[in-house]
Nanobody, 125 residues
Framework: QVQLVESGGGLVQAGGSLRLSCAASGRTFSPYAMGWFRQAPGTEREFVAAITWSGGRTYYADSVSGRFTISRDNAKNTVYLQMNSLKPEDTAVYYC??????????????????WGRGTQVTVSS
């Protein structure tokens, strides 16, 4: 079993930055990819970014490309999401997820196996 715990959310003004962290634990942690997703009130959960655990390939939603950066520290079993130039429309609960199976490009945007409980990000205008 894998446990994912997000941290780093909070309230920030538009144009500001936040860095989210996701710490993974479990008997054996060897995902193919890690992802960040978000869900705003009244909307469906949407893909934000993903990174492959060994090769470090990254993928981003168009809405965050150029502003957000996903990275990982394999030794710490931790994945990060650096969010810059935040906008009010980035307000959501952000979830970390782990995918066990192989994926490439758009395939890394779904079919995740483990999920964290989320951390709230609120961007004020």
């Amino acid at each position: 079993q894998v446990q994912l715990v997000e941290s780093g959310g909070g309230l920030v003004q538009a144009g500001g930055s936040l860095r989210l962290s996701c710490a993974a634990s479990g008997r054996t942690f060897s995902p193919y990819a890690m992802g960040w997703f978000r869900q705003a009130p009244g909307t469906e959960r949407e893909f934000v970014a993903a990174i492959t655990w060994s090769g470090g390939r990254t993928y981003y939603a168009d809405s965050v490309s150029g502003r957000f950066t996903i990275s990982r520290d394999n030794a710490k079993n931790t994945v990060y999401l650096q969010m810059n130039s935040l906008k009010p429309e980035d307000t959501a609960v952000y979830y970390c997820a782990a995918r066990l199976g192989w994926c490439y490009a758009y395939g890394c945007r779904n079919q995740y196996d483990y999920w964290g409980r989320g951390t709230q990000v609120t961007v004020s205008s």
